[in-house]
């Protein structure tokens, strides 16, 4: 009897791991995440992939270095233009095309290494063609979640994105070195063409997203949506709309507090000898850390769609991950630097899963894939800049003091952000003001 169904002990289990609701009540929604999660393993996969065969070419690390800038550059540049395209265009037929031609990318890997040819530059050039490819991909795919669920579930949709994330950060290089160990590169890259078929069903089984009202995203709004489905794509008008919306703008200033001036993962090969006296195999376990905090962040996510300060939270998990950082400059056991770091990993999690609510919640729907393109770029190029700055405090002073340093400037910068934007620790949920 429906009257029954609330039973006290498994609610207040409910409560407090990931809120499923999303996936319960919308089979689009569904659809898409397994679709993502399981695309996004093949990704991973693909990745170690790469890195493992151009260091058996190459036998550089060096050249393995670059294949992250390979991606990189093509990630920032076209991540802004990627957004305001989904802004125009229908965002489903946007992300079937370009799904389709990360599946072709990865089918193009597939026969290089089954033919044997051992070209760094080739390997590049895809990888590169794959990174515009998601640029393009990502905020089209983020920009549809709006249209498919209510306000109140971004949060547990957006936790359940982490989720995903998380699984496939830590599943898909494993599998990936596994699968190639056993039967070669084109093993895991064969795998993520077969994985992307999932991420293409659902897009193919979603309806149209085409720009006009998020209330009526058939083929019929085409008529009504008026002068926005015939504009070009302007990422200028994005960014000066972000310019003038204070608490939208916030949720990138605060995760560019973190991600840059506490990012210490480019310090990790020196503490683990330094600080730890390990060895690689050190490294991997401080580098993984992070990863299990946030994975573990977004399984006990439940309580996050009871928060309604949404900016309150990003500023006091943002210090949290600040903190954290700082407290692993301290330490010298390594079980206890790691529980700080999964802490981090943890906070910065819950950072992101209220910063990405409020962008789809406060943004209008012609504006959503503009600030999610902008979303990518901080994301992607954030993390490298942070790398930069602490192995360059890391020279100048040493590393404890990079690490510390960066921990309690994270800390500083963002309360002197929560005194100058008043606005954003009152950012209300139920009233959503960018």
Avoid at 128 to 157: D, T, W, Y
Avoid at 251 to 260: I, K, L, Q
Avoid at 311 to 318: C, D, E, H, K, P
Wanted: a positive charge; one cysteine or more; proline letters at 6%.
């Amino acid at each position: 009897m429906p009257e029954a169904e609330p039973h006290q002990p498994r609610s207040r289990l409910a409560r407090t791991l990931a809120d499923i609701t999303p996936l319960r009540v919308n089979p689009d929604f569904r659809r898409l995440w397994f679709g993502n999660t399981v695309s996004y393993i093949g990704q991973q996969m693909t990745a170690m992939a790469v890195a493992l065969q151009v260091y058996a070419i190459t036998g550089s690390s060096f050249y393995v270095g670059l294949v992250g800038l390979c991606s990189l550059v093509p990630l920032i540049a076209f991540g802004l233009y990627g957004g305001a395209v989904a802004d125009v265009v229908d965002r489903r037929k946007l992300g079937l095309i370009t799904s389709c031609g990360a599946l072709l990318l990865s089918a193009a890997l597939a026969a290089v290494a089954v033919a044997h040819l051992r070209s760094v530059g080739v390997l590049y050039a895809i990888v590169a063609l794959q990174a515009v490819c998601f640029a393009m991909n990502s905020p089209a795919r983020s920009s549809m979640i709006p249209r498919l669920l209510p306000p109140e579930q971004l949060p547990a949709a957006n936790a359940l994105a982490s989720l995903a994330g998380g699984v496939g950060q830590m599943a898909g290089p494993m599998l990936g070195g596994v699968f190639v160990g056993l039967w070669g590169y084109q093993a895991a890259y064969l795998i993520d063409v077969v994985a992307f078929t999932a991420s293409l069903y659902a897009m193919w089984r979603l309806p149209a997203m085409l720009p006009g009202d998020p209330a009526t995203p058939d083929a019929a709004s085409a008529a009504t949506a008026g002068p926005a489905a015939r504009r070009r794509p302007s990422v200028m008008e994005g960014l000066r709309y972000l310019a003038s919306r204070p608490n939208l703008r916030t949720t990138f200033v605060s995760d560019m507090c973190a991600m840059v001036l506490a990012q210490p993962r480019v310090l990790f090969p020196a503490v683990a000898g330094l600080w730890y006296g390990g060895d690689t195999s050190t490294v991997g376990l401080l580098a993984a850390a992070p990863a299990a905090g946030a994975l573990l962040g977004s399984v006990f996510s439940g309580w996050l769609g009871r928060v309604h300060r949404q900016g309150r939270a990003v500023l006091v998990a943002v210090g949290a991950w600040g903190a954290a950082v700082a407290v692993f400059g301290l330490t010298r056991n390594l079980w206890l630097g790691l529980l700080f770091l999964a802490f981090a990993g943890c906070a910065d999690t819950i950072s992101m899963v209220f910063r990405n609510t409020m962008l789809q919640a406060a943004a209008p729907d012609d504006m959503r894939g503009r600030l999610q393109g902008v979303f990518l770029v901080v994301v992607v190029g954030g993390p490298r800049l942070g790398d930069f700055l602490a192995g360059t405090a890391a020279d100048v002073f040493t590393p404890a003091g990079a690490v510390i340093g960066g921990g309690l400037a994270c800390i500083a910068a963002i309360s002197v952000i929560a005194l100058l934007q008043p606005s954003f620790p009152r950012y209300d949920s139920r009233r959503p003001l960018a």
